[in-house]
Antibody, heavy 117, light 110 residues
């Protein structure tokens, strides 16, 4: 059974930083591309970032380029998202996702990030 | 990277059919078959119900079907049941290794 467990969210002031983690199990993590998607309260999901299986290719939505960094550690089966220079509009639940067939098949339970002074 | 356009809400009586539209552009829905649909119940993560515009993942009810024509994709739910009441989101590959979601549609089963 695929399991994705996010952690690391919390309350942070504008301009602050956080590192989110996603512990993966139940599938071959080292051969899977992975994504982060976020969802602000009462809003639709927004695709944020993607990383290749070996970590050499990364992609981002324009609104987070330069502030969010996706990475992975295949020895630990863990996906990361470093959030920096956080803004109020970054407040959301952040989901770690395993894709299949160009769709977002397996989702974690999400971790809440709240940016507020 | 503008969000795909969905109606804010739709409703239908138990047993009826409803269709939710998802309108994009020639840069996303109109160019790629990689349109997917997600069902989200309150407090839960979204769940994939349609991929590649019209394919159902294993375990998803046959009552859910999808289609795509031009810049618009559609999700049809037949034989509405109380448990279908949820938020529904479409998503499309948008080129250049990016994806775009819709704003969501709240389905009410009367």
């Amino acid at each position: 059974e695929v399991q994705l467990v996010e952690s690391g969210g919390g309350l942070v002031q504008p301009g602050g930083s956080l590192r989110l983690s996603c512990a993966a199990s139940g599938f071959s993590f080292s051969t899977s591309w992975m994504h982060w998607v976020r969802q602000a309260p009462g809003k639709g999901p927004v695709w944020v970032s993607r990383i290749s299986s070996d970590g050499t290719i990364t992609n981002y939505v324009d609104s987070v380029k330069g502030r969010l960094t996706i990475s992975r550690d295949n020895t630990r089966n863990t996906l990361y998202l470093q959030l920096s220079s956080l803004r109020v509009e970054d407040t959301a639940v952040y989901y770690c996702i395993r894709p299949t067939n160009n769709a977002f098949v397996d989702w974690g339970q999400g971790t809440q990030v709240t940016v507020s002074s | 990277q503008s969000p795909l356009t969905q109606p804010a809400s739709v409703s239908g009586s138990s047993g009826q059919s409803i269709t939710i539209s998802c309108t994009g552009s020639s840069s996303d829905v109109g160019s790629y078959k990689f349109v997917s649909w997600y069902q989200q119940h309150p407090g839960k993560a979204p769940k994939l119900i349609i991929y590649e515009a019209n394919k159902r993942p294993s375990g998803v009810s046959y009552r859910f079907s999808g289609s795509r024509s031009g810049n618009t994709a559609s999700l049809t739910i037949s034989g509405l049941q109380a448990e279908d009441e949820a938020d529904y989101y479409c998503c499309s590959y948008a080129g250049s290794s990016t994806w775009v979601f819709g704003g969501g549609t709240k389905l009410t089963v009367l």
